[in-house]
Each structure stands twice: as structure tokens, then as C-alpha cells.
């Protein structure tokens, strides 16, 4: 099955500085999303990314399918984005998500 | 609008046992699908429904089942309890349309003792 790799997969941060997550995938996708995950094990939706780029305040994502690979942003980072951050794709058919390893990101004051 | 609803949110099971987990979707969502994570495996599928039908599985044992009802709340169910089943259980809604925008229910924590 397809592979989804995630890098760095731990990565600590002052608060205020900028940062680069990468999802790097094994086979074509039809769809990829972003996930942060809280404290409490919720999957909060970032982005719905098949290909190009979003942004959301101050986060945004950018999809290169050709290549198979996936960026996250996060500028200006704060406390309360630490956590743990998981890119998943949805490859054949249905709806089967398959995640990537995550990245923990910690942000400290 | 409501989102993805699991109940219950925690459980304490002794092994040998079963357990039955619920999942109700966001309105109008007609595909539940179900995750098990774990800190050794990460998170990992294991089966998704449309309309009453499995139409997916992952690679779990057939202890591990689950059912759609016609108003499209799921639920799961795991028998025969082992230790290794402790684990985040997470439910995903999805639109009818294949390959769509998955969101996350909070998740049922399971603890096997």
C-alpha cells in the first residue's frame, strides 16, 4: 500500500518563530489533508489539499502531487500550536485515509 | 451543525471481554470510517461504510468488527479483549462523494486491564 512519511518528526520551536513540516508520499493521491492533533486526541482539520496552495491565517499548505510531496507553514508559532501534526492522504478508491508518521511540535514561550 | 459524535468518550475493560463503540456523523454524511492509534503503530484504518455496506477493511483480526445502521451511525465492536487493544478509537465522517474531506470524532479511549 502507499506509504506516507513525515519529516522532521520532532521539532521544538521558540515562541514567535517560523516552521516547515514535509509529508512525503509513496504513490498518486487522490486527496491529501492536514491534521493537528490536541492534548485531548482530537483530529482538528487544517487543510484539504489535493494540489496548489492555501492559507489559513497563519498556517498554510502547499501540494505538489507531480512529485508526491506535501509543505505545511506555521509562522509566527504560539503556545497552543504544539502538538502533534499529521498530513493523510486518500489513494484508490473509497474512503480509506491513510496518515503519515506525524510531526511533534513543541512551542515553547 | 454537530460534528462527528463517539461515545463513549473513555473505557476500562478487563481482557476476555467485549466492547462496542458508537459513532454518529455529521448530517447528511453517508461514510463512516474507523482508526485505531497507538503509540507503536500510529494511526492505521480499520474499515469504512456507506450505506449499511463495508465497502473497505485494514489489516486487523476478525475480532475487530463493525456495522452501519440506516440512518448512518456506525458502530464497532471488539471481541475477545487483548491488552494490545488499549488504544485511541477514531471515527471519520465523510459526504457521499468518494475521496472527499474527512473530519474526526474526539475519539474513544480504550483501556484494556
Known amino acids: 500500500g502507499i506509504q506516507v512519511e513525515q519529516s522532521p518528526p520532532d521539532l521544538i520551536l521558540q515562541e514567535g518563530a517560523n516552521s516547515t513540516l514535509r509529508c512525503n508520499f509513496s504513490?498518486?493521491?487522490?486527496?491529501l489533508q492536514w491534521f493537528h492533533q490536541n492534548p485531548w486526541g482530537q483530529l482538528i482539520n487544517l487543510f484539504y489539499i489535493p494540489s496548489g496552495t492555501k492559507q489559513n491565517g497563519r498556517l498554510s499548505a502547499t501540494t505538489v502531487a507531480t512529485e508526491r510531496y506535501s509543505l505545511l507553514y506555521i509562522s509566527s508559532s504560539q503556545t497552543t500550536d504544539s502538538g502533534v501534526y499529521f498530513c493523510?492522504?486518500?489513494?484508490?478508491?473509497?474512503?480509506?485515509?491513510?496518515f503519515g508518521t506525524g510531526t511533534k511540535l513543541q512551542v515553547i514561550p | 451543525k454537530a460534528g462527528v459524535t463517539q461515545t463513549p468518550r473513555y473505557l476500562i475493560k478487563t481482557r476476555g471481554q467485549q466492547v462496542t463503540l458508537s459513532c454518529s456523523p455529521i448530517?447528511?454524511?453517508?461514510?463512516v470510517s474507523w482508526y485505531q492509534q497507538t503509540p507503536g503503530q500510529g494511526l492505521q484504518f480499520l474499515f469504512e461504510?456507506?450505506?449499511?455496506?463495508?465497502?473497505n477493511k485494514g489489516n486487523f483480526p476478525g475480532r475487530f468488527s463493525g456495522r452501519q445502521f440506516s440512518n448512518s451511525r456506525s458502530e464497532m465492536n471488539v471481541s475477545t479483549l487483548e491488552l494490545g487493544d488499549s488504544a485511541l478509537y477514531l471515527c471519520a465522517s465523510s459526504l457521499v462523494k468518494e475521496n472527499t474531506e474527512a473530519f474526526f470524532g474526539q475519539g474513544t479511549r480504550l483501556t484494556v486491564v
Open positions: 504513490d498518486s493521491v487522490n486527496n
Open positions: 493523510a492522504v486518500l489513494s484508490g478508491g473509497y474512503q480509506k485515509v491513510t
Open positions: 461504510y456507506f450505506s449499511e455496506t463495508q465497502r
Open positions: 448530517s447528511g454524511h453517508r461514510s
